[in-house]
């Protein structure tokens, strides 16, 4: 953590210098930003690997979006470095700016459902991981535990944006109702929100964007592939690559769902086949974690 305030601070210092002449800085940052987790030594914390390695890709985001629209951040009504880093709701701050502001009383009714909601999700997320899930099928554990793990990412996160809009720093919703999704294209729109204005920003639109959106939509799950790769192998020490198929498959069913649109008698079996999908190749996802700590007990590998 200390390395990647370091970086934030040494970067902010070098902005006073044209944007050309900060390259070389940026790529050595983020060198230094990106390796940081490898300090953690011990081989029973990886997830504490993974928690730093995620904080290191956060981070990396910002130095990017700093070097690329560093008048946003350092201009007049600049944010301080520490709120700034600390932040994972405001990743490309001229996205965050350009959202419609809410009043104070919207943001404390937010907070307080979102914050209500998530905590009583933690509590549900809490007792399906005490089931002694040994008496069941596998299928049973992976889908309770999935969908009780989302529902504190719906909830909780959504509370705590607005805790930090309350507490004047910038920050966009963190999700939209994603269990809602009748498409796994309108999935990914609402699901982590501060990472997909990064990816829409500076890998979607240069990789072609709407003029070729087949190839951005590939182009943008790729590198996600590769962020979430760099992320869990670091903290397990070893190539897992579940996180490489698990992207590939959702970008091209992303990309084949990027025009669908459905009336409302189509949106119902939609969303649960969506769902579905979602939830089968889910179990990619999870043999990462699975490698860092015991999320699955039946049908563990």
Not at 17 to 31: D, N, P, S, W
Not at 66 to 95: D, E, T, W
Not at 238 to 259: C, H, N
Request: glycine fraction near 6%; aromatic fraction near 14%; proline fraction near 4%.
């Amino acid at each position: 953590m200390g390395l990647n305030f370091a970086s934030g601070g040494a970067y902010c210092l070098a902005l006073q210098f044209a944007r050309e002449k900060r390259r070389i800085l940026l790529v050595l940052l983020i060198g230094v930003v990106l390796s940081s987790p490898l300090l953690i030594r011990p081989s029973g914390a990886g997830l504490l690997r993974f928690a730093m390695a995620a904080m290191a890709v956060e981070v990396a985001f910002r130095l990017y979006d700093l070097h690329r629209n560093s008048a946003a951040l350092c201009r007049p009504k600049g944010f301080a470095l520490m709120g700034y880093a600390l932040n994972p709701f405001a990743i490309v701050l001229q996205r965050v700016a350009a959202e419609q502001p809410r009043s104070a009383r919207q943001n404390l009714h937010v907070f307080a459902v979102g914050m209500a909601l998530g905590g009583m999700s933690i509590g549900l997320m809490v007792y399906v991981f005490h089931i002694d899930w040994t008496r069941y099928p596998f299928v049973f554990e992976h889908c309770a535990k999935v969908i009780s793990f989302f529902l504190v990412i719906q909830f909780l996160f959504n509370g705590l944006s607005a805790l930090y809009r309350l507490a004047g720093l910038p920050a966009t919703t963190f999700a939209g109702c994603f269990f809602l999704s009748a498409t796994p294209a309108e999935f990914w729109r609402r699901y982590n929100r501060p990472v997909e204005q990064f990816f829409h920003q500076y890998v979607f639109r240069p990789a072609g964007g709407l003029h070729r959106p087949l190839l951005a939509t590939m182009a943008t799950f790729a590198f996600s592939a590769v962020v979430h790769e760099y992320a869990f192998d670091i903290a397990a020490k070893r190539v897992l690559g579940y996180q490489i198929l698990f992207f590939l498959i959702q970008g091209a069913a992303t990309a084949l769902t990027l025009r669908v649109r459905l009336d409302r008698r189509g949106r119902l079996p939609a969303i649960v086949l969506t769902s579905a999908f979602n939830l089968a190749t889910a179990y990619l996802f999870f043999l990462s974690m699975n490698a860092l700590v015991p999320f699955y007990v039946t049908g563990r590998k």
